[in-house]
């Protein structure tokens, strides 16, 4: 069996979640496949893959405009494939285009939805509109689709109703659980002046609305002054919601000490020293179709605050991994807090349960590290998704 892999982000240009997961995919699904790797981005060196960068004829063009633009490409390079699996928008309509031009079942992943990420249309303005029509003529399109929570699934099917959801398959992301585990190492934090002995709440991801970052920020307000506070936060999506967070961390750095805010990308075996070293990890998402974030900190041994939103609850369990915020969101798909200030409160006072009983927190976190390995490993992973491939070339005979 050959599969083509389509996604914009692979190994050493990975920015989120969907990267990580193509990686570790592609490493465990080769021993028992043929799979080919087509990548948005420079050449790389890896035996099976190939990158893909945008038409000449399109440099400067709109970036929704551009990312079809490659898609094109990568389809034209999908003959022969038994099967064509994409990840994102980005490569979905590769995919498609793909299916129909070979004749080939197209399987996608959903990692995020674009109707319940209205937020994008700020940055994209009418490329948001394209990146929608790109989505939404694969979802109906593909011959199976991978949602990657029980959450996301429902999430599916309420957003593209058309979709047949015998054709709408759970495979849970997965963890690393070598790579990514307790790092005792301490430099990355002394460095940036980080005490790794002090009770530390660690944040990490993209400053953009879905993180609901804005919402921590101002929970921090309220809990102990003792506390650290590590944002691992960048890439804004737009420039007003890095002045609002830029804001945010001015006006906690004024009332307290021990905020610490790293805008780069860390290394993996940068971030693991972090993550090992907090008291918790929080994860104040408004959308989060599973997230990854959440299963490389209990890896590392960390218990995780979350908003009890999309696939959260399926990763952390509330009282013994973590603890899950309740949150009422608003149906017009931005995932706004009906009660902005309840879910703040909420979020403070889970925050100040966890890092008030250190003995706790230390007990939560050996059981998130075991829930990490028992429930995410890769290699069922990989077996769910040869399950998912198998079943579609059979129906596509």
Known sequence: MRVDLLTKEYPPEVYGGAGVHVAELTKVLRPHIDVRVRAFGAEREEEGTSSYTTPVELEGANAALTTLG????????????????????YANFAGHVASLLHG?????????????????????????????????????????????????????????????????????????????????????????GIDPDAPTIVFVGRITRQKGLPYFLRAVRELPAEHQVVLCAGAPD??????????????LSASRTGVHLITEMLPRHELT??????????????YEPLGIVNLEAMACGIPVVASATGGIPEVVADGETGYL????????G???????????????D????????????????????????????WTSIAERTLEVYRKVIEQSR
């Open 238 to 251: 737009t420039p007003e919601i890095a002045r609002e967070v830029d804001s945010l961390v001015t006006e």
């Open 273 to 286: 020293q972090i993550l090992t070293h907090a008291t918790t990890f929080v994860c104040p998402s408004v």
């Open 70 to 89: 490659t898609d094109l490409l990568i389809a034209a390079d999908c003959a022969g494939a038994d099967l064509v699996h994409s990840h994102t928008w």
């Open 325 to 332: 915020v309740p949150i009422e969101q608003v149906g017009d």
């Open 350 to 377: 889970a925050l100040v349960r966890m890092v008030s009983d250190s003995a706790r927190a230390t007990q939560m976190g050996e059981a998130s590290r075991r829930r990490a390995a028992e429930h995410f490993s």
């Open 104 to 192: 080939v079942p197209h399987v996608l992943s959903a990692h995020s939805l674009e109707p319940l990420r209205p937020w994008k249309a700020e940055q994209l303005g009418g490329g948001y509109r394209v990146s929608s029509f790109a989505e939404r003529s694969a979802y109906e399109g593909a011959a199976g689709v991978i949602a990657v929570s029980a959450g996301m699934r429902e999430d599916i099917l309420r957003a593209y109703p058309s979709v047949d959801p015998e054709k709408v398959h759970v495979v849970h992301n997965g963890i690393d659980i070598d790579a990514w585990s307790p790092n005792p190492a301490t430099d990355a934090l002394t460095s940036r």
């Open 334 to 348: 931005t995932g706004t807090p009906v009660d902005p200030d309840r879910f703040v409160a909420d979020l403070r």
